[in-house]
């Protein structure tokens, strides 16, 4: 019987400190994914307002894609933090996919950004228009499997998330109409959907923190 009682206290204790684990690393995912976030709307914003062919806007197009691969492992960081908690509710698996879906977006964009620079300026820009639709996608499922938490910040991060979901819709309008011909007006608009996305993404970020200092 003692036996039995140590063995269940170890096992809560391997749970918890996972928990503790995953939890961490999701913020830690949370705070690195603004960051890029941020970095990215001050890429799209010099692109808005420099000249064409200007070095500020070649700098802009290069913190645009330097921002979408700290995105990318920010995302990838929440997956893998998602897939530590213990159980497997709807609330982590949705979690878990659109953190992946998100991270597969980002990568998306990096190359496309990359390209639409250096090689093919319309190939990139539909590499692009298809990393903004997948992270769309991955907001959309993360915001879903949030809702469904009880926890006491789950309304904040969703909402955080709903967010970015809206600002990813509004950026991938932006890139459809530079695909248009129609430059600079598609640029501010992905410009401003790049903002929301920052705001959102710090959203969520602060929530996870508050509800890490709850928790633990």
Do not use: H
């Not at 539909?126 to 990393?131: E, K, R, V, Y």
């Not at 967010?163 to 129609?182: D, F, H, P």
């Not at 598609?186 to 890490?212: P, R, V």
């Amino acid at each position: 019987y003692f036996s039995l009682l140590n063995k269940m206290k170890k096992f809560k204790g391997v749970c918890l400190n996972l928990a503790v684990y995953g939890d961490l690393i999701i913020l830690t995912g949370a705070w690195i994914q603004a960051f890029g976030a941020a970095v990215a709307s001050i890429g799209d914003t010099l692109v808005a307002i420099e000249a064409k062919r200007t070095v500020a806007e070649e700098v802009g197009g290069d913190l645009y894609a330097i921002g979408n691969a700290i995105e990318a492992t920010g995302n990838a960081l929440q997956a893998v933090g998602r897939e530590l908690l213990p159980g497997n509710t709807d609330e982590k698996s949705l979690g878990i996919l659109g953190s992946w879906f998100q991270a597969a977006g980002n990568i998306s964009n990096v190359l496309g950004g990359s390209q639409s620079l250096s090689l093919d300026e319309e190939e990139g820009l539909n590499i692009d228009i298809i990393g903004d639709v997948i992270q769309t996608i991955g907001a959309g499922l993360e915001a879903q499997g949030s809702s469904l938490s009880r926890s006491a910040y789950a309304r904040v991060i969703t909402t955080g998330q709903t967010i970015q979901t809206y600002a990813l819709t509004i950026e991938t309008i932006g890139l459809v109409y530079i695909k248009k011909k129609r430059v600079r007006l598609g640029e501010q608009i992905l410009a401003l959907g790049s903002y929301a996305q920052t705001a959102g993404s710090l959203l969520e970020a602060i929530a996870y923190t508050k509800e890490f200092k709850l928790k633990y």
